[in-house]
């Protein structure tokens, strides 16, 4: 009830969406929770329906999606009419359904959560075939930016406090821990424009740039 939202609202990507999550009114969030309730086109792991919105949330730790069929509806895809566009059996695209059909006038949100970087390339790959239902917002949520959350939430009471820090200690052990700052061990002024190199493991991220080692919208962590 005092977490879930905020976490929510902080690690849900595209930004759009949380405002979306902001907006919900319910100070019990724990009675509006279904978990893998049954449907024809499977069990989604949770469920949350208020007045005015519906979330769908499907949750992986390090197993990947429980089924794909490779159909996609893009760019790429024969010229049709909308409405033949082939229903995908794509776990996602039915979960979207799921969603479409429960939410009956509502606000529609599909949320995914897995670790980076594969959360990042499933979300993407999703959207990108255009398989999911048209009235569902699809959002994605790693477990690092999970963790960043929670670290960032303060709670009012020591219970909650340490239900929390367990959280924190649990997404750790997990191997969730994102990178967060370089320890220079010394007061420097770091110029944005130029490149540093680390003496310790010798990492130079000019040099590594130029040999086009580092690639957008990958994830490097400095040992």
Known sequence: NTGLKQI????????????????IDCQFWDSNIIFWPYDEDGEIDALLEFPNSIIGIEVKLFSGLS?????????NFPPQQEWETIHSMHQLARE???????????EKLLL???PDPECTMIYQDTLDRKIL???????AISWQDILASLRDIKMSTPYEQLVLTDLIRLLISKGFEKFRSFELGMEIEIDLLKAYLFQKNA?????????????????????
């Open 8 to 23: 929510l609202v902080k690690s849900v990507y595209p930004k759009e969406l949380a405002q979306a999550i902001e907006k």
């Open 67 to 75: 089924s794909d069929d490779g159909i996609s509806n893009g760019e």
């Open 112 to 114: 995914f959560i897995a």
């Open 96 to 106: 979207s359904r799921i969603v479409s059909r429960l939410g009956n006038g509502k």
């Open 203 to 223: 990492f130079n991220f000019a040099d590594a740039a130029k040999e086009k080692k580092v690639k957008g919208d990958m994830f490097y962590e400095f040992r």
């Open 133 to 139: 239902s048209s009235d569902v917002q699809f959002g």
